[in-house]
């Protein structure tokens, strides 16, 4: 074998070797990927059931219902066209309540609801996550102004 070809030899076994890592991290990474919807997003395409996911928008006003246990609620988020079905068992944050920003991660039901293991809201009367921003300005109800002008992250 010439040098020229046992170099071609080092060189391809080389990025074998690469794509063979690359795609072992790809998949121990794909364990932990989740997806940001809005609920638009969620009614317009498709997402399996069971997939993990963070929903953002705003809990829609005369939603929020609480379990008999006092510890399991229910509510929906919404971006003004379209809302998905949250209910989640815990403490929820001091700042939660209608109308107000939230982010919401969680598995997707059979039925459509969100099992949320997860719910952040807002932390002041100025900011709201960026994601939630852009889904609220999709929907054409976000508008930029003094009261609710978003800090830049």
């Known amino acids: 074998m010439t040098r020229k070809r046992r170099r071609l030899v080092f060189v391809l076994a080389g990025m074998v070797l690469l794509a063979g890592a690359a795609a072992i991290v790809l998949s121990a990474l794909s ?9 638009t997003d969620l009614v317009t395409k498709h997402v399996p059931d069971g997939r ?3 929903i953002g928008g705003l809990v829609a006003d005369h939603s929020l219902h609480k379990a008999a ?7 929906d988020v919404t971006d003004e066209r379209n809302q998905v079905a949250v209910t989640y068992t815990g403490a929820l944050p001091d700042l ?3 109308g107000q920003g939230v982010v919401v991660e ?3 039901e059979p039925n459509g609801t ?6 952040l809201a807002k932390h002041d009367e100025r900011y709201m996550p960026p994601e939630v921003v852009d889904a609220l300005k999709r929907a054409g109800r976000w508008q930029e102004n003094a009261a609710t002008a978003a800090k830049s992250p």
């Open 69 to 75: 246990d006092e510890k399991t609620v229910t509510f």
């Open 31 to 39: 364990d932990n990927l989740v997806f940001f919807y809005s609920p």
């Open 114 to 119: 969100v099992m949320a293991s997860t719910v």
């Open 106 to 108: 969680g598995v997707r």
């Open 96 to 98: 939660f309540r209608e």
């Open 52 to 54: 993990r996911l963070r």
